[in-house]
């Protein structure tokens, strides 16, 4: 990473600011991270968990505190003098983890890999290069947005409610951070195996604007008692921040002719609340599964195989 881009997203970390110019080397980050949403064709916005992640990411591989390090202090510097203020060769080594992604299985079911069946235990999944795999058993992909939740699956109650929708035999996918896996990494593999998507993540206005963003998505997982989930752990600080970032994009949900999206806009709209997806962990808090892509995910239903593997 140059150290001009380093400067950059110190800049956009530190400032108040939402917006930023989508300049040459801010596009080929967003490419590769999968971090921001774009605003036209000359901006792009970073939300408070944007930032967050980018923060997270230049902690993790290049040892920049964006607390400590101001804007400028690379400019003019040695490499030696840089290595004072961050390890900036461990970034350059991302090829590291390099088309390498997150997978498990629905808890109960077994990680169908070519040649294999895995049924791992409670906190395990496995790290892969997704271009090893092969062919794929999983007729559907559940992307799951936090690592807490991932690593803690089997605490949720999501295989009830993918059993109750037909989707059961998921391949489950942590969607990727700074440290775990990359999100771009996630994408492609996606891509590249045309794998239709169940988003499992926060029900906020960031998140729901991600989703419907979101490549291949038919569904999504909210709660199934949204009133009294909202009532209960939602949280109104989240949403006012965030309605005031992506509160254009968010509205538009309000009407969308997609059914899961524009419903639990709505919910979120009328408890002025987000609920954050950690909430959802060992409280036994009552999943459903709604629909996106009502065609795609119709012809799902009728091609995933029953029973446990």
């Not at 590769?32 to 064709?41: E, K, Q």
């Not at 969308?256 to 419903?263: M, N």
Request: aromatic letters at 8%.
């Amino acid at each position: 990473m140059e150290k001009r881009l380093i400067d950059t997203l110190i800049r956009i970390v530190q400032s108040p600011e939402t917006q930023f110019l989508n300049g040459a080397g801010l596009k080929d980050f967003r490419q590769r991270y999968g971090i921001g949403f774009p605003v036209g064709t000359t901006r792009v916005r970073f939300s408070d968990k944007d930032k967050a992640e980018i923060a997270s990411l230049l902690k993790a591989k290049a040892g920049i505190d964006t607390d400590l390090v101001k804007p400028g202090a690379w400019q003019g510097l040695t490499r030696a003098e840089a290595l004072d203020l961050g390890h900036n060769e461990k970034l350059a080594r991302g090829a590291v983890k390099r088309d390498r992604i997150s997978v498990k299985a629905v808890p109960g079911y077994a990680l169908k890999l070519p040649g294999r069946h895995l049924s791992l235990p409670d906190y395990a999944h496995v790290d892969i290069n997704w271009r090893e795999i092969g062919a794929l058993a999983h007729p559907v992909a559940l992307v799951v947005e936090n690592y807490e939740v991932f690593d803690g699956l089997h605490r949720t109650e999501i295989a009830a409610a993918l059993a109750q929708a037909g989707y059961r035999d998921a391949l489950v996918i942590y969607r990727g951070d700074a440290t775990e896996s990359r999100k771009d990494n996630v994408l492609a593999f996606l891509a590249a195996f045309e794998l239709p998507v169940i988003l499992f993540g926060d029900i906020d206005p960031a998140s729901l604007v991600e989703a419907s963003r979101f490549p291949g998505v038919c569904a999504i997982t909210v709660p199934a008692d949204p009133d009294l989930t909202f009532e209960d752990f939602g949280n109104g600080a989240l949403y006012a921040r965030q309605v005031g970032q992506v509160g254009a994009a968010f509205e538009q949900l309000l009407g969308s002719t997609s059914p899961g999206l524009r419903v639990a806009s709505c919910w979120v709209h009328a408890h002025r609340k987000g609920l954050v997806q950690e909430s959802m962990i060992g409280r036994d808090v009552r999943l459903t599964i709604l629909t996106v892509a009502a065609k795609t995910a119709s012809s799902l239903s009728m091609n995933i195989p029953g029973g446990m593997q």
